[in-house]
DNA sequence: CTAAAATTGAGACTGAGTCTCAACTAGATT
DNA sequence: AATCTAGTTGAGACTCAGTCTCAATTTTAG
């Protein structure tokens, strides 16, 4: 099954009415692995011209609301969006000098997250980890011989 | 040491000038454990109204700059910083409706991540770990009704 | 002291995202 | 199928955070 249909009836038993409109920009944006929203906004309008851009925030709105799109920020620049619906759940380690990021999945950590949350009498909604480090062959490198570290940008992804 | 002192001599040591207005911008922004730009920007007017707002976002991003201050974002609203030069490692679990955040040390967690870290063949550098949830209050509020109350935690003033 | 370089204040500007509202559906109900 | 109505849309004005410009000022180097 494609996980667009997945989504748009995830939407739907969450009684959100199911326009045209919506459908195009939800097919739209899980067809991109990140994407900044204006992008989105031009993807869509290169197929149907009409849509307007609050009818495109209005659709990332209703997926943040669903819990199936996460947001990645930067310093630098907009945000930028992933529909995670149908993916695993990992966390990130990342190399600072190469770039490499490795994904993976650590339940302890998970078990661990619960009970600190409950702690402080909070409902967990999402998370993130990001662990910084240099991976095995950036240790062994002199820094000023090394490569740029590619800024992480649209390849940067948060748990 | 004041820890202010120290980031203006770490500040000094990149080349950066000292002026009348960054220390100010440096000292009220150490002396707030989150805060948003704007949070800074009235807070510093309200001693010396003269300072610019370009002024006190640029220090910002010369701190950003010089790796001691974090950014914390949030689906809705401005980002909260941190000047976390100085500070025991700390993370974060941070309210989406009203903006609270607690900082909390959780060892295991820590020494869990060296243990992943280790797996991969990495060498931790740095690492944030974000939890984002509603708080007590906010569970039991209508959303629509929500305050929305800056949390301006006042750690220590200075003249 | 003087000249060059960096910083500042003021406010215009940008860009992301939200809001308003009249016109328009999707989907429920005859 | 025709009707009804609450939810949705397009268009563009609007808000807000953050950036930029530039003349005036302040700092540092010589
Ligand atoms: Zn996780
Ligand atoms: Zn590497
Ligand atoms: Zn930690
Ligand atoms: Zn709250």
Redesign the interface.
Same mark, same amino acid.
């Given at each position: 099954m494609k996980r667009f249909v997945l989504i748009e009836q995830l939407l739907k038993d969450k009684g959100i009415r199911l326009t045209t409109q919506r459908r195009l920009v939800v097919r739209r944006a899980v067809s991109h692995l990140h994407f900044t929203a204006e992008e989105l906004v031009a993807d869509v309008r290169a197929i149907e011209p009409s849509v307007a851009r609050g009818t495109v925030y209005r659709v990332l709105i209703l997926l #943040?609301e669903a819990g199936v799109l996460e947001?990645h920020?930067f =310093?630098h620049g907009p945000?930028y969006y992933e529909v995670t619906f149908g993916k695993a759940h990992h966390d990130h380690?990342m %190399?600072?000098q190469c770039g490499e990021i490795?994904e993976?999945q650590?339940p302890? =950590?998970e078990r /661990?997250?619960e009970e600190?949350?409950k702690q #402080?009498?909070?409902? /967990?909604?999402? #998370?993130? #980890?990001? /662990?910084?480090? /240099? %991976?095995?062959r950036c240790?062994h490198v002199d820094p000023k011989r090394a490569s740029k570290p590619p800024h992480l940008h649209v390849e940067e992804v948060v748990a």
């Open positions: #943040h947001k920020d =310093w945000p380690l %190399c600072v490795i993976f650590e302890r =950590w /661990l997250q600190v949350v #402080h009498g909070y409902q /967990l909604l999402s #998370h993130t #980890h990001k /662990l910084y480090g /240099l %991976c095995e240790q």
